[in-house]
Structure formats: structure tokens, C-alpha cells
């Protein structure tokens, strides 16, 4: 079984920066990338950003730009990335969600609120 450990978000106000960080662990070497998805009340969940484990990243429309994704660590099963947000906007507030894709089955953590207001 996957752990999946968020941090960060919080409340920011509008063009601030804010950073998300996930560690996953006891993937046994099987995890194939990880990302961010969010959700904002009433909405459908979006990617926010991902990263392969070969490096290469996906973002949503409309964080092109101001989001960015790096592999912080990855060694032994474990792996862990980092979501850079700036100039952030209100339409950013969600919850933001972690997930590991494995080739057997995707895992995802509890989320984490990031709130954008003045």
C-alpha cells in the first residue's frame, strides 16, 4: 500500500505564492508520476500539474504560467514533488489532491485547503 503525505496550503491573498508539497512512500519502486488535482466546491476535479518520473509535466490551462512541478526526491520507493503556485488568484481556491500513479492502482491523499482571498 501507497502512503501519501500532503503539506502546505493555506490562506493567501491574491498574487501571493504559496507552495504544496507530497511524499509518497511504500510504492516498492512502482510509482510511474505523481501530480496535483484540485477541486473547488461544485466543481468537477482538474489537474493542476503532474510530473512523470521521467520528467515530463502536465499542467492545467489555466495555471500555465504561474504553477510549477519538480521532483524533489525519489529513491527506494519513496518519491516526493513539490507544486510551486504563484500570483495566485481566487479562482485557485480548492482543495488541492494529491495522487500517485502506480501501474497497478492510483493513490491519492486527503487534501489540502488553499484558500486565495483579500
Known amino acids: 500500500q501507497v502512503q501519501v503525505e500532503e503539506s502546505g496550503g493555506g490562506l493567501v491573498q491574491p498574487g501571493e505564492s504559496l507552495r504544496l508539497s507530497c511524499a509518497a512512500s511504500g510504492s516498492n519502486g512502482a510509482i510511474r508520476a505523481m501530480g496535483w488535482f484540485r477541486q473547488a466546491p461544485g466543481q468537477q476535479r482538474e489537474l493542476a500539474a503532474s510530473?512523470?518520473?521521467?520528467?515530463?509535466?502536465?499542467?492545467?490551462e489555466s495555471v500555465k504560467g504561474r504553477f510549477g512541478i519538480s521532483t524533489i526526491s525519489r529513491d527506494n520507493g519513496k518519491m516526493t514533488v513539490n507544486l510551486q503556485m504563484t500570483n495566485l488568484k481566487p479562482e485557485d481556491t480548492a482543495v488541492y489532491y494529491c495522487?500517485?500513479?502506480?501501474?497497478?492502482?492510483?493513490?491519492w491523499g486527503q487534501g489540502t485547503q488553499v484558500t486565495v482571498s483579500s
Open positions: 510530473i512523470t518520473t521521467a520528467g515530463t509535466q502536465y499542467f492545467g
Open positions: 495522487k500517485v500513479v502506480t501501474p497497478r492502482e492510483d493513490w
